[in-house]
């Protein structure tokens, strides 16, 4: 029973039965294939805009692409200090943008706050030349802390953005989750509360490796094409990739696979926060449980065969769980049930 | 009937099932699988030499990704100039080796020649620093103009890119079917010729989306997964990738999909060179065909609904005919029967 | 007796006692200060027409930042085959734009050709996601053949730009020798001939170390500043630079300068040419003579003192001479007078 | 009475004269001139070891080209958060490296601790692929607050990198005035510390502008004179700026020049700090002065004449007095005299 992370799960079983039926003809690579044009369609109702799409394979591409539309490379991106694009990309924002640099800043369970960005723009983005210029404000949609924007959190965040003519990045590894959690339209949470461009995910979500950068603005996605091919991220075969994007979003089947990892993150977490010496280090909104345990408790886990990481951010014996579209609820009782044994034992 | 490219062909049945079969249960992720471990292991086999293996998703960031390993920004890359690397991957090894420099040099038939090699060595890159530091020779096999280096061929190029401490790159977008052509072990044209690293397709030969660079000298790759990540190709559920690399790699697998596509080549040749006016470009020995024939036959094969790109770097008629691994050979006969009506017709 | 380069030459006297005059009391640093200020408004006058002027200290990041301002990481720059830019600074407009690719281009005696032009734009750079993207056009003037475009041959360069929406940038580190030559205005061979962005230099003919980027258009400018301090070339006391600067183009110094030079290698060439090998390599019109001589003429001329390069690029026994703003009349007669003495010795 | 930045002071007279008596005769371009020698071997008997020096213009360029030589662009730089590389330089580090991360680091009085550093290795720079690598560990002498490591600090420093193989950059700046105030050996807070490369800067301390990237390992140095054409700071008249640096580096100029500015901060400091609501934010140790006045006070100077720079990084009313080589002790008393004054007035 793995709770490592969303990325040591399979498909969904109807994503790869789209890639099956896409292995059928000849179809016109690099993109221009009927699937993408598809992807595109759907995106635009999803968001109820005309979007322009571009798929690539991985989520640190979907990002850093996506940003590299958005700022010159003396530009800064700021964002949360404990962003996927800040610590765990390797510096590929910096490659891809040409060198630009990522300004991290601090916020509570994950999240940027109007106060902490206007700190930053204040004190040392002043515009001057001898700094770099604010460019571009990222936020990841749900948060590395498995918390939630709400839409007026957004809105705020942009509004200062849109003052220093900067523009506004969604990192939506996790968008599906987020959205299902907060049961808004995706508009509310996107360009409606002032989003330029989102980096929006499938694969943790239970597609093989598929993700898109989703531009709500069709001026910013000018040259995307060119940037995307420059990048190593124009997959000739292009059909494999559009076609678990249109399965993925076909309906509310995307926003169906978040909400069972969000019910299976809730449910580990109700049972796990019963117990006496656990504490939850960040509110859980997705699919994500930081929590921490006892050491004997987790020693136990460990040994009965319990797959998970330790969270080294935190205090010691801090652990993080995360639930998938596919996670059996018999695993997540198992886990809860076994944790509680453990911690009477202990006591 | 579509000869367009080799990337308008779908997968070989056994390449998608074995993404099928590895769907099931969960895998580390980032490329700690077993299924990547095996295709390292495969490769070694395959090239009699442990070798570091590193899948990664598109031809373009497999080529730019192995030379940013091979060049510092300050380098220069000696390549020919109509390699795929120069002109059609739109800047990426710029991108991704900090920017380093292309040489492009010419040479017939799509190949480099001691030659012209040693003349930009002496005359142009002398070490003076007010010049690019020679770094990398990189060569295509099969090359783009569908003509194969011979073993003596590439031990001659590198032995003038070790006098000047360059270092090998090979970009094998059709190594199976160059390697189909010659009918030598792998290793014969690669490290034992003297190349340090190659760019071992699968996608146009079978394959959804698996491209692998592999590195004959440790040493070169020690940093290599850092630069995967950073250059976003680590992908998260890579045993979706090298489970494709692992079939293809199966036995003879890679070769036969290769013989047969080579054989289509060949055989589309044979049909079309008899024609009177036709006159074709470069020997065919891999799967391409590079052909001139008569403006109506091209204008009447196209109104019968075959499918093929114009040449425009050559004379006026001249026309690139991919044929793929799972080329039906009746399209074949049904091209040379029509063009061979349409030229008597125009006689 | 010297004649391997302008760089060897020390600084013109008015020059250096503007750099001593200005050491007086504080001034403000990194450029607002009224040197600099002066600076831009005397290329103003001498342009008929407001520009944007940014000194910088060499003349390889006088261009390198130049083509930054014009050129996205995935665009090209199209130039001489012979170019500065290409051959001569190391990488560094690839550094400073990110990865542009620099396509070079054949051209007699070092000028580009609206045909060679055309033709790599139309077989080459297609606009293709595939392809760099053509973004700038850069000749140099004089070129580094010593010739020099005619207005209306810039003209006719800057209309084919212009059809493709690229810039046009000009080297202008021998632009002094140019204006001299052709006798125009400087706007004739400028933005009235298409030019966007020229790099004006100083050094080579009288300053210590300054050069000036110069924008004819304000809106290509506005974030210069930036770039220059990112690039390293916001001098800190810029006083000392732009008061060179300010002597330089104090009334026609500067072209007097030039003309001296120019005079020089007239001088030097109607000497030579009545040798009976000799063979002019190019039309002598700025302060450089490239000459074929007998062997043993060149190595009298070694071994009696002179010194020069050879140009290894053209056929053996090929020399360049340049000759300076300060280039002692005598100097250069007794050159003349030794070679013809050698070559009777030789007949 | 100026008190910005010793960059609006001049230069001092004897290293003026220095420049002019450059200026006769020819002298090899590009930094292969007798001048630069002389320095590079003057320095190395400052330092008590054979060096390799590389003469370059600014500060910027000083400390990004050196620490292009110390970190591949999949680097991390590790410094202090308010270290000028990675707040004052635009960038310039990400643009010379190629896009390496600098990590700023908090720690007080503007200096780096081991626990600083030992933390962010331990937590954050793991090693991991997904991770930037750790590479360099740059550290500032004198700081940007006015004060000075102890040789035993940078010891220690100097070992938690080693410990990671990170090599250890000074950007010395202020050189200078942390010898002269140490009273140490140049050699005791380099390279017998620890530290691989210095930037020895000249400019602020009465050079015109000057700066030199200082080599104690040569190996390190290999392909630095590529690094310094490619990033446009090879100077082709070189001898105008090593006449700079030899002049300042004759006898014990260097430190004299220093000596004088530290003197005038500490008596500016003392009279300072004698008025009730005075408070130093940081022990004055070179030349530069941080303290926080009433605004009454700060409004009566600025009244009067005096020039300063409010330091908006700290409380308000903090201001930033930079005192240089040639500040006139008259005007130092002026300024106390009248802030004396304005307090007394105010109370």
Chains 1, 2, 3, 4 share one sequence.
């Not at 980096?199 to 001026?219: H, I, M, P, W, Y």
């Not at 060119?226 to 000739?236: D, Y």
């Not at 797959?307 to 995360?322: H, Q, S």
């Amino acid at each position: 029973m793995d709770f490592r992370s969303d990325n040591v799960a399979g498909a969904a079983p109807d994503i790869l039965q789209a890639v099956i039926d896409a292995n059928s003809g000849t179809a016109t690579s690099y993109g221009a294939d009927p699937y993408s044009a598809r992807v595109e369609q759907r995106l635009s109702e999803i968001f109820e805009k005309p979007v322009k799409a571009f798929a690539v394979m991985t989520g640190t591409a979907c990002n850093a692409l996506a940003l590299s539309a958005l700022t010159p490379a003396y530009g800064a991106v700021l964002c949360h200090e404990e962003a996927h694009i800040h610590l765990d990309e390797c510096g590929a924002p910096e490659l891809f943008t040409g060198g630009a640099k990522l300004v991290p800043i601090a916020g509570a369970h994950g999240k940027l706050t109007s106060e902490g960005v206007r700190q930053v723009l204040e004190q040392t983005l002043t515009g001057d030349p001898h700094r770099v210029q604010p460019a571009a404000l990222s936020l990841t949609q749900a948060t590395e802390a498995g918390t939630c924007y709400r839409p007026a959190e957004i809105a705020a965040l942009a509004e200062i953005a849109r003052g220093r003519q900067m523009k506004m990045h969604m990192d939506g590894a996790r968008f599906a989750n987020a959205v299902a959690h907060l049961g808004v339209a995706p508009a509310e949470i996107t360009w409606k509360a002032g989003v330029d461009v989102l980096s929006f995910g499938a694969t943790k979500n239970g597609a093989l490796g598929a993700e898109v950068v989703v531009f709500f603005d069709a001026a910013l996605a000018e040259m995307f094409a060119v940037r995307r091919k420059r990048g190593g991220q124009l997959v000739s075969k292009m059909r494999f990739v559009s076609a678990q994007l249109e399965a993925y979003l076909k309906g509310e089947r995307w926003l169906d696979l978040a909400r069972h990892a969000n019910a299976m993150a809730a449910r580990i977490a109700d049972g796990l926060q019963r117990l006496p010496q656990a504490a939850l280090l960040h509110p859980v909104e997705a699919n994500e449980v930081f929590i921490q345990l006892p050491p004997k408790v987790l020693a136990g886990l460990r040994a009965a065969g319990f797959n998970f990481y330790d969270w080294t951010d935190a205090a010691p014996g801090t652990i993080r769980l995360v639930l998938a579209f596919n996670t059996d609820p018999a695993d997540v009782d198992a886990f809860v049930t076994a944790a509680t044994q453990l911690a009477a034992a202990a006591a």
